[in-house]
């Protein structure tokens, strides 16, 4: 591990590192469904569940795209949840209004919980800093746009970029440009641009890789049901965990589909801390907290009711529990011993109770 990673930062007022507990965004995208009463109880939900962050999209369908209907800017993967969308008409209704933004970030402060964003282009990323959010995100469709990149990475603050799609070079080019303006509070996410995706397809024996390879800290942004995989993910050293987020799928909404439910991210908050206080340190041997139960170990035990000079064998010598007599390797080495005193039924055996045989 490089020395980067080993450096734990802060993500405003909260260390995201190996030496924390995961840190938890609940994506909120479009599942408001251009509601502001909704969005502000999505915050209150992720805050209620456990989260320590929400996010959010800035962006608007002009910012995005343009309003055609040519090759290219309709969805024909009939596998999409989006398909036969425009995507103009697609991004309109999925757009958290820019109005709402001071809003959101205010009920979030309330519930002491984090509220930023990602930003899609300049306007956005100018519009966001008037608003002094703690981090930005980078999608994993923006990975290769390196001018965001650059100009996100002159805030200064942590850069989270998600890297579904994205080759190795194409990642070292994201991360240089960042460290290229002094900004080394990078995050990378493994991700996989599929909606919902698999856990065949996840691929989170990548995320060691990418600390070994970058010296950032690692995580995954997860569009996997159920949180089996982001809890796997923990284990493999990711110490930012994203999932989409919503009151409940059957609202329906752009996002919904592959949405976590409250109930769910409280169940990922709770498994993830888990894994991560699960995974301590390679230690060997005895702990503390174990030592009540050597006792329970098998151990050479008397089995029968013997007198001063009988002799040990299989009849009455035997690897029992308790742990209390000599360990069980030493079986071979002390049959055919003598007792050197009366040694009833459940005596446990030690070298002061044995003798040569005669």
Not at 44 to 59: E, R
Not at 196 to 221: C, D, H, K, M
Request: aromatic share 6%; hydrophobic share 40%.
């Amino acid at each position: 591990m490089s020395g980067t990673a080993e450096r734990n930062f802060a993500i405003a007022d909260r260390i995201v590192g190996p030496e924390h507990r995961p840190y938890l965004i609940a994506e909120m995208s479009g599942n408001h469904n251009q509601s502001l009463e909704r969005a502000l109880a999505i915050i209150d939900a992720a805050a209620q569940a456990g989260a320590d962050a929400v996010k959010l999209q800035t962006y608007t369908a002009e910012t995005m795209t343009v309003d055609v209907d040519a090759p290219g800017f309709v969805i024909t993967d009939p596998a999409s949840l989006w398909h036969g969308r425009n995507l103009y008409d697609l991004y309109d209704e999925a757009h958290t209004p820019w109005d709402w933004h001071a809003p959101l970030m205010a009920r979030a402060r309330h519930h002491g919980m984090h509220c930023f964003s990602t930003p899609f282009d300049a306007t956005a990323v100018d519009f966001l800093e008037s608003l002094d959010v703690p981090a930005y995100k980078i999608a994993s469709f923006e990975c290769t746009d390196l001018p965001l990149i650059r100009k996100v990475a002159r805030t200064g603050k942590p850069v989270i970029i998600s890297t579904g799609m994205a080759s190795l070079a194409e990642i070292d080019q994201a991360v240089r440009t960042v460290r290229g303006e002094g900004n080394d509070r990078i995050v990378l996410l493994k991700c996989t641009s599929t909606y919902p995706a698999t856990p065949e397809n996840s691929n989170i024996r990548t995320i060691p890789a990418l600390r070994a390879a970058f010296g950032t800290e690692v995580g995954l942004s997860d569009h996997t049901m159920g949180c089996g995989v982001a809890v796997a993910a923990v284990a493999l050293g990711a110490t930012v965990i994203e999932k989409h987020f919503t009151l409940a799928r059957s609202d329906g909404g752009v996002d919904s589909a592959f949405s976590l439910e409250p109930h769910e991210m409280r169940q990922l908050r709770e498994e993830t801390e888990r894994a991560w206080l699960g995974l301590g340190e390679v230690r060997f041997g005895t702990q503390k907290v174990e030592e009540g139960s050597i006792q329970f170990r098998r151990s050479l035990y008397i089995v029968a009711d013997m007198k001063a000079g009988d002799v040990l064998t299989p009849a009455n010598l035997r690897a029992i529990r308790p742990g209390h007599g000599l360990a069980p390797a030493l079986i071979d080495t002390v049959m055919g011993m003598a007792v050197a005193r009366d040694a009833p039924r459940g005596t446990p055996l030690s070298w002061d109770l044995l003798r040569p045989a005669r």
